[in-house]
């Protein structure tokens, strides 16, 4: 069990190429609110939504890019301490379904590996629709992921992602803690022993993430994860 009373903070990125409905999403969650019109700047770095989860407080802060993927031009910043990514293309777009993979490439290059979701979006607009549901599932297994589809517009699916998303995350500091809690124990018993514990958790998804333990519980991580996060957003 995590400390009570203490708000975890997650760090939650989305990826995607131009106009698949990252900044749509994003806003859909944590205001609630949704808008035809195409902003391609939204002026805020990212937004924050609360979430209690199997008796913990999370605190979502979602990031947006301000439309700097068009450019390739995303900063380290944005990528650091993330805790969580949501991988996105329009069912309208073919092109964002061909560049799922360059950017889950991008997400790992820049972060341990992370949860991650394949989402879906646009649903809606079924007779616009390029990518069936069974490519996207089939590529959804072929880099593990765990597959959503979503409407932002009819506020379908949404919810589900950051929940997720979440739930991985908790699963994973837990295992963290307990795994530190047992290096520590075999420390006191072995002085001797410095090899690192390294364990492999598998997600509700059945994809698997791996944890490398280094000594540090779930909620010093967390501390840890915020300060980056503070840090980070001064410099965007
Ligand atoms: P971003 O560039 O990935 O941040 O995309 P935006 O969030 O700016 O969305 C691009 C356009 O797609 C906007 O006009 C949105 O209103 C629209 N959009 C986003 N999500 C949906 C959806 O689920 N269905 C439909 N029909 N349009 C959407
Ligand atoms: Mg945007």
New binding site residues.
Partial sequence: MLEEDVEIPMKVLIV??????????IRRYCKGE???????TIGVDFLEKKLSLNGEDLRLMIW??A?QEEFDAITKAYYRGAAGCVV?FSTTDRDSFDAVEKWIGKVEAEVQQIPMVLVQ?????VDQSVVTKEEADQKAQAVSLRFYR?????DFGVNDVFSYLADVYLKKMKAEESQAAIKAQNKTSNPQSSSPIKESFQGKSGAGIRLDVQGATGKQRAKAAKKGILASCSVV
Avoid: P, R
Avoid at 150 to 154: A, C, E, F, G, M
């Fill in positions: 995607g190429n131009g106009a698949v409905g990252k900044s749509s999403m949704y808008t035809n019109d195409y902003k391609k947006d890019t439309g996105a979006n646009k649903i809606d607009l979503t409407s932002v517009q009819d």
